[in-house]
């Protein structure tokens, strides 16, 4: 394996560096922390100083933190809060999205392969970027935080089965197959774990908290792995065996006592967020191919062209789940909350420029849009639903206008 000693020392460095910027400029302005770790990869890598390169092992960590990102957003997904109007009705924005998408993608692209690529892009919405985002500001459990979570949930789980139908190489009939074999075993899973097959792990996961054996994170370890690996094996892309985990794990650990449920994930968000996933966004960074959209400048004009793309196909019908009565401001708000993208774009146009259907070029500004979403429309976003009317009546001595719509 190529390993370089730059990056052992170098990653690390990054993934310390990017809160402690992060949490000085957020004094004056809040931008997400995936933003400065894709940054700092992309100073510090080969496309401007070249101080660190991605190796094999940076490699290998990053496809883990990628599949940590999509396992926590499976495990935070609450389907008992977002289940009835918001799920429906972001799973109606997200259908339209993907139509549009594919509709624009295939006018605009070179070829039909190419427009399936970017309209599959273009669907998506960053859910795992978004929960941190949400859960600092206090808005998971608010009825606004359950609307994005219900379009975020959408966002990346109906990419997942597009890439595993469509862009698998696989005949679409093929393709079904093999998904209707996964959904087979995943559902059977979720059924058994919903029906409380876990519970006779509770009191082992209890007693080896604080202990060396540690059985809940070695058992998430378990879980991911072996759902991930089932993907691979069936040809279907890892990331949708993750999302799976991490619902198959929620329901797992459903009714353990709170207090050891808060711990458990507590030890989740340490072994993810404080480790595997700042590898993905700082290699996202460092892999970068600056040059390639730089040197093209009808490369680099797709960039705020895909940004304003990502609005009006994906963030536009978001807009249709925010929760009822909601003010002009606030579905603004959805909408670019709901134009958030990057994971997933980052792991379709790897598979575009991999099959031959992208270039370089086309790829890099597809990642480059999405890296502008992630910086700019949460910031926006958030700003602008704190100054909609609906969040001030909300504030301690208001009452809050959508807790009976939502109950």
Known sequence: MNVSVSGLVFVPLIAVAAPLIAAALGRFVKIPLVVFEILLGLILGPAVLGWVRSDDAIHLLSEFGLAMLFFLAGNEIDFGAIRGRPLNRAMTGWLISLVAGVAIGIAFAPSVGAGVFIGVALSSTALGTLMPVLRDAGELRSPFGIAILAIGAVGEFGPLLAISLFLSGRSPAQATLVLVGFAIVAGAAIWLAARGAGRGLHRFVTSTLHTSGQFAVRLVMFV?????????????????????????????????????????????????????VPVFFINTGLTFDLGALLSDPRALLLVPIFVLLLIVVRGLPSGIAAPAGSSLIDRGAV?????????????????????GDLTTATAAALVGA????????????LAMHKRAPEHLDSEPGGPHPFIAEQG
């Open 224 to 276: 991911l792995l072996a759902l991930v690996a089932l993907s691979i094996v069936l040809g279907l892309d890892m990331l949708l065996g993750a999302f799976a985990a991490g619902v198959i794990y929620r329901l797992l650990l459903s009714g353990a006592p709170e207090r050891d449920a808060e711990q458990i994930e507590s030890k989740l968000e340490a072994v993810g967020y404080g480790f595997l």
């Open 335 to 355: 909408v670019l909350l709901g134009a958030t993208g990057l994971p997933i774009i980052v792991a379709v146009s790897n598979i575009g420029v991999q099959q």
């Open 370 to 381: 999405g890296m502008l979403t992630v910086l700019l429309f949460p910031l926006i976003g």
